[in-house]
């Protein structure tokens, strides 16, 4: 079998994590965890990674998070994987393989993963959660909140706090009427009721100037809230001076 080093990239909640345990589990290779974002300079888990790369019995070592590595321990990770025995596969999980030394991509193959469309997470958490009513999660989410995780989390609060859920369903009705009629005025409303920034936010970006100040605010890390109520301050101006 081939044990080329694979860098395994995506963002959060494409299913990155799944991917990695369903494959251990199909060719029936022993999986070792190194949580390399709680560990970013491998102070603590360099000598396990020294052993787990010498293994005689196969085995993968699932590098989790590995694109948050500092530079150096980046420099001794390439070194382990110029030595690593045969029978031992790395799996370097990071949202942004740029971010990982050239050296290492050089020494790698790149598998990408893409945030799940609705039928895929309809199908997984079929699967996964019998009994569930998929329609109320599809209800809640928008498109661009469709990933595995976000999937999980309507789901296990839809079967343990059914209460929760359906509170959760009714806020965000109420949130969505709100994206009839927004209005700089309702600005403090907004917030005191708990409502998503960015959920706001998007109803407003089909004017092309606000979506470059919305990618400028993301750029810098900008306050949602602040920009939305410059957006709506906008907005109502022009609309009163056509």
Not at 57 to 74: N, V
Not at 89 to 95: A, H, M, P, S, V
Not at 103 to 111: A, G, L, Q, Y
Request: net charge positive.
């Amino acid at each position: 079998m081939d044990n080329t080093p694979i860098i395994l990239t995506g963002p959060p909640g494409c299913g990155k994590s799944y991917w990695i345990q369903k494959y251990a589990e199909e060719v029936e290779k022993q999986l070792f965890v190194c949580p390399c974002r709680k560990d970013r300079t491998l102070r603590d888990g360099r000598q396990k990674l020294h052993i787990w790369a010498r293994r005689t019995e196969p085995a993968i070592l699932w590098l989790e998070g590995a694109d948050d590595l500092t530079p150096e321990a980046q420099a001794f990770l390439r070194r382990i994987l110029e030595t690593h025995a045969s029978d031992v596969l790395f799996i370097l999980e990071c949202r942004d393989a740029g971010r990982l030394q050239e050296p290492i991509r050089s020494r790698c193959k790149i598998k990408k993963m893409y945030l799940p469309t609705w039928d895929e997470m309809d199908t997984f958490l079929s699967k996964t959660y019998h009994g569930i009513n998929t329609n109320e999660i599809r209800e809640y989410l928008n498109k661009n909140e469709y990933s595995y995780r976000r999937g999980q989390q309507c789901a296990l609060l839809q079967i343990q706090n059914p209460e929760v859920w359906s509170r959760t369903m009714e806020h965000r009705k109420k949130e969505k009427e709100e994206l009839n009629n927004l209005s700089s005025d309702q600005l403090i409303h907004y917030i005191k009721e708990g409502y998503n920034p960015e959920r706001l936010i998007c109803s407003l970006l089909s004017n092309e100037k606000l979506l470059k100040d919305y990618g400028k605010c993301m750029e810098v890390s900008g306050s949602l809230w602040a920009f939305l109520g410059s957006a709506l301050y906008k907005v109502s101006t022009t609309t009163k001076n056509e």
